[in-house]
């Protein structure tokens, strides 16, 4: 049985996970570089990337309130797109996240080996395993230790604005455009990776409090704090340190405040560097950590990845797994190159997220329910798409290569080990069967049915005896016109079968019951409903009439629920009647009860449907 991870994570957790995985080498290293290729513009370049992050952005907010699962945006990109690029994308993700995580714990290891003088490397790898025993204790516990850091950090970066701003130097700014607009495109790329753990929280989805609130709210503030901090701490830098020499800095926020506070005010920067360094760790090893755990979960990875400690309910073996990956980056791997490749494939991912929330949508899969909705479908998804494009192109052919290189290992894994154990059904193949197919053969009801338990255990519904006899009721999909008789000696015979009573006397007591008043309940509804004989006995089944049943008074009914009851179950019929009407009360149910795809999607349609439960 597939176990549950433990919910910890509040909206101030979301928010300092994802603003920890930003701030650190995004911040701390690159506004140097990226001032030898643009100039002051850089100011820009930053705010630019940070832009193009909103359509993903809000896309992955979306997909993540409808699947709060481990994973993701693996998980979504694997029911959006099948195994393959699913399978593609959990390695790619995962890949790129430790490799963040481990550049981080070196940059810990350069400010500690300062102090220390002890080998860099052997410091990463004593951080790295601190970070592993920390995560392995439990989410709450490194989310906790996730809020402290990101919020001191913010601090001295507060500090270092304030103070500075009393200094900042105009002419430092002149020309604003000194290398043209174009380098300042060229270098939204380029920084592009400051942005790279933004949407990575989406990863603990499944251990989020209330995540259709906390998720999106919680990125959203996150993704605007962050690129309001670089904008004005790139912009005292650049006031305050001489061109020449923010050219060639890998220290630049340290050097500027040296500038202006001295060695005290730099060493205190220095802190906040080392802060953010460990903040990125930190996340880094939570959110990668679950990737292996959703994958696993598929079959793409072997089940020992499911592993969860009975103790503090974190996936520990995926834990140690992903530890080990960053103690052999720290000690053998050439990072720089490699973390070019990484944001290369979120760039990909966030191109992926975007075509995934157009693939939900465009499936009418009923039992895609997200608590948030991206706003301007499916134009924000478009221009996302094609940002992330361009951003790729602006990558450069080597990076792109590279990246293919990884990927082709991603698509071998799936030949030679995925293939015969993961199912195949995903929304790509709902879209291409309601475009090509009337045969309904190419999907199951595998997908839909994971959607729906993930509804039901995301907004915590109770499965009471109505929600019970719904999955276990029978359904009909009529799609010629029928007369009342026929229908209820079509009915007759099925329950007739199924509670071992004579058709013939259920299909007079459903005439007769139609006699006394009709169960028409309002246009285009009706509700059969008799009492038989013998104790314990209640059945439902669910009709669809496409083009209608004529009933009396020539009513004709698309939306039919058949009750059958004994006497002793009185005061369920009561209640099960209750359910039904405020079901079908919503303003969307005729049309999504007309539009529903097969059986499996009408019961969802009832189950999902909010009402009060009992």
């Known amino acids: 049985m597939q176990k549950d991870l433990k919910k910890e994570l509040t909206l101030l957790d979301v928010f300092c996970v994802a603003t920890g995985a930003m701030i650190s080498s995004g911040l701390f290293i690159l506004p140097g570089l990226a001032f030898a290729q643009a100039g002051p513009a850089i100011i820009l370049s930053y705010i630019i990337a940070g832009i193009f992050c909103i359509p993903a952005l809000l896309s992955m907010a979306e997909l993540t ?40 714990l070196i940059g810990m290891g350069a400010y500690l080996s300062i102090i220390t003088n002890m080998p860099l490397n052997i410091i990463a790898l004593l951080c790295c395993l601190f970070f592993i025993f920390l995560n392995l204790i439990g989410v709450k516990e490194a989310g906790r230790f996730q809020v402290f850091l990101v919020i001191g950090l913010l601090g001295i970066l507060l500090s270092y604005v304030l103070w500075g701003m009393k200094t900042v130097s105009p002419v430092n700014f002149s020309p604003f455009f000194s290398q043209g607009s174009g380098a300042m495109f060229a270098t939204a790329s380029f920084v592009f990776i400051s942005y790279g753990g933004l949407t990575k929280v989406a990863a603990l989805a499944e251990e989020t409090k209330n995540p259709g609130r906390n998720l999106p709210l919680g990125m959203s503030l996150s993704l605007v704090v962050t690129s309001i901090f670089y904008a004005l701490v790139i912009f005292v830098t650049i006031g305050v340190l001489a061109p020449a020499t923010l050219k060639t800095t890998l220290t630049p926020i340290s050097d500027g405040a040296g500038a202006f506070g001295g060695d005290v005010f730099k060493v205190i920067i ?33 089940a020992v990845f499911q592993k969860i400690s ?32 990484a944001s290369s494939i979120l760039i990909l991912l966030y191109i992926l997220a975007n075509l ?45 290569f590279l990246t293919t290189i990884f990927l082709l290992l991603g698509f071998s894994w799936y030949k030679i080990y995925a293939q015969k154990r993961a199912s195949t059904d995903s929304a790509l193949i709902h879209v291409l069967e309601r475009l090509v197919s009337k045969d309904k053969e190419l999907t199951s009801d595998s997908l839909l049915i994971e959607l729906k338990d993930i509804v039901l255990r995301r907004d915590e519904i109770v499965e009471d005896r ?22 209820f000696r079509e009915i007759s015979g099925i329950l007739g079968q199924e509670l071992n009573l004579d058709p013939q006397g259920l299909f007079k007591n459903f005439m007769e019951r139609e006699k006394e ?33 004529i009933f009396p008074g020539d009513e004709i009914v698309h939306i039919i629920f058949v009750l059958v009851g004994s006497a002793d179950e009185r005061n369920l019929h009561l209640k099960v009647l209750a359910a039904i009407a405020q079901i079908t009360q919503n303003p969307e149910f005729d049309k999504k009860w007309l539009n529903a795809g097969n059986a499996e999607e009408l019961k969802n349609i009832v189950l999902l449907t909010e009402r009060r439960r009992e």
């Open 65 to 104: 309130t409808a699947m709060p699962k481990a994973g993701g945006d693996y998980f979504y990109i694997m029911r959006g797109f099948g195994p393959l690029l699913g399978t593609v994308a959990g390695f790619s993700t995962w890949f790129s996240l430790s490799l963040k995580g481990a550049f981080a």
């Open 270 to 302: 220095s802190v906040g560097a080392f802060l953010a360094f460990i903040s990125t760790a930190n996340a880094g090893i939570m959110t990668a950590s679950r990737y292996p755990l959703g994958m696993s979960r598929d079959k793409l990875l072997p």
């Open 310 to 341: 009975s103790r503090f309910k974190t996936p520990y073996f995926a834990i140690f797994f992903t530890g080990a990956f960053m103690i052999l980056a720290i000690l053998f791997f050439k990072l720089e190159l490699l973390v070019k490749v």
């Open 356 to 400: 995934t929330v157009i693939l939900f949508r465009e499936s009418k899969i009923l039992s895609y329910k997200p608590k948030f909705h991206s706003p301007f479908y499916p134009y924000l998804q478009i221009l996302g798409i094609l940002g992330g494009v361009f951003l790729l192109i602006e990558m450069g052919a080597f990076v792109v």
């Open 466 to 487: 109505f929600h019970k006899l719904i999955e276990e009721g029978r359904v009909l999909d009529i799609e010629a016109p029928v007369k009342i008789k026929d229908f």
């Open 517 to 549: 008043s009709s169960t028409v309940i309002r246009k285009g509804l009706a509700i059969p409903h008799i009492i038989v004989e013998g104790k314990n006995i209640f059945k439902i089944i669910l009709v669809r009439a496409k083009t209608g049943i």
